[in-house]
């Protein structure tokens, strides 16, 4: 696309925890997430379940909060979740049952997250702890990223990550015979984006 002028919100380090996640857990249509890595993530549990200072759960608990209420969730992501995160995922049954879906391609690198087709975070930062800004100071990672709700954008992106997570991009793979499952061999019906200007909120 020609170069033009958008509007957007830069995010560092604590600043993603603070800005992405609250917007994905307000989600109330989709929430799409592209990450290279996959790491257990401690957040605080809703406002009207908070007990005490120091209470966190698992990140898995808000979105099987999302997933119950018809949130779309997906997943893309390029290494093997991590213990942690498998082991939390096999006591959440909505996500279990396919309220998050998750599907793995080695050559994802790309971090993105896309919340209700209406906001887009494009940036460095995998879905960790460590990455969004979970972790105490001198724990995290040094993540950079921006945060948009440009029509033409989200339109693009949207159009990207659909189209690896369909199998579009699986032909002309030259890494295919090493790629523990290729997408377009799944076996299921390609899924369709829903039209942004219809989830956009004003």
Not at 108 to 124: E, F, R, T, W
Not at 166 to 176: I, K, P, S, V
Request: net charge positive; charged share 30%.
């Amino acid at each position: 696309m020609p170069a033009r002028a958008i509007a957007m919100e830069l995010v560092a380090g604590r600043g993603h925890y603070e800005r992405v996640l609250p917007a994905v857990f307000d989600a109330k249509v989709s929430v799409w997430i592209a990450t290279a890595n996959v790491k257990e993530l401690m957040v605080e549990p809703r406002a009207s379940l908070r007990r005490k200072q120091d209470d966190y759960v698992s990140v898995l608990a808000r979105l099987e909060e999302l997933a119950d209420k018809g949130v779309e969730l997906r997943l893309l992501h390029a290494e093997i979740p991590s213990r942690p995160f498998r082991a939390e995922i096999q006591r959440r049954p909505s996500l279990l049952a396919g309220g998050l879906a998750l599907r793995r391609c080695p050559r994802v690198h790309l971090k993105a997250v896309i919340v209700d087709g209406a906001v887009l975070y494009l940036g460095s930062a995998n879905w960790t702890g460590a990455g969004l800004g979970a972790k105490g100071s001198g724990r995290r990672n040094f993540e950079l990223g921006f945060v948009t709700d440009d029509a033409p954008l989200l339109d693009q992106i949207q159009a990207l990550y659909e189209r690896i997570w369909t199998g579009g991009e699986c032909a002309g793979c030259r890494l295919r015979e090493d790629c523990p499952g290729p997408l377009d061999e799944i076996g299921q019906a390609p899924v369709t984006v829903r039209k942004t200007k219809v989830r956009r909120r004003k």
